[in-house]
């Protein structure tokens, strides 16, 4: 068994994707127990929990996050840049390099190795534990045009269906 020790872990009070934070935390908090690990649950309202969060003044904390797109170097910079600020995190400069490295590669199975290399990192470093991840799935035909898969495509297309 761990040395025990404790922490507070702090979620909104909502869902996401019809799975609610406080189910999930529940769990984290009843599993760790299980090793020695005594998690206070601190439920909080949207707003105090991202001003709390975006202030760095929580503990731990189980929140969704899903970057514009789906591309690698915005979720890496993302991690070593905002959440390393917010988790008190000083990242080592070989790390920075790394990220930027990979997302400079152009070669595929080089770009691959750094972001398996870089993921490999985060599971080392820790502070940020990916519990679940959303699968984006986009089905077209070449006869589809103008498909945005994005909210702001997709804004920006249906106020010109619909003007004021």
């Known amino acids: ?23 999930v935390a529940q769990k984290l908090q009843s599993d760790l127990a299980r090793v020695g690990i005594k998690v206070e649950l601190q439920p909080l309202d949207a707003a105090s929990l991202a001003s709390q969060y975006l202030t760095g003044k929580i503990q731990g904390v189980m929140a969704s996050w899903n ?6 170097q915005l979720w890496a910079s993302g991690s070593i840049v905002r959440v ?5 995190w000083d990242v080592p400069p070989a790390f920075r390099q790394l990220v930027h490295d990979a997302g400079a590669e152009r070669d595929l199975e080089k770009s691959a190795a750094l972001w398996r290399k870089y993921q ?13 991840q959303p699968i984006y799935q986009v089905a077209v035909r070449k ?22």
């Open 84 to 88: 390393a600020q917010r988790l008190h």
């Open 67 to 72: 970057p514009v797109t789906v591309e690698n």
């Open 1 to 23: 068994m761990l040395n025990s020790f404790s922490f507070r872990l702090t979620y909104g009070a909502a869902a996401f994707n019809g799975v609610h934070y406080a189910d």
């Open 120 to 132: 490999e990192g985060m599971v080392d470093f820790a502070h940020l534990i990916v519990l679940f």
């Open 143 to 164: 006869s589809v045009a103008g498909f945005n898969v994005t909210p702001a495509g997709w804004l920006a297309e249906f106020a010109s269906a619909h003007p004021a």
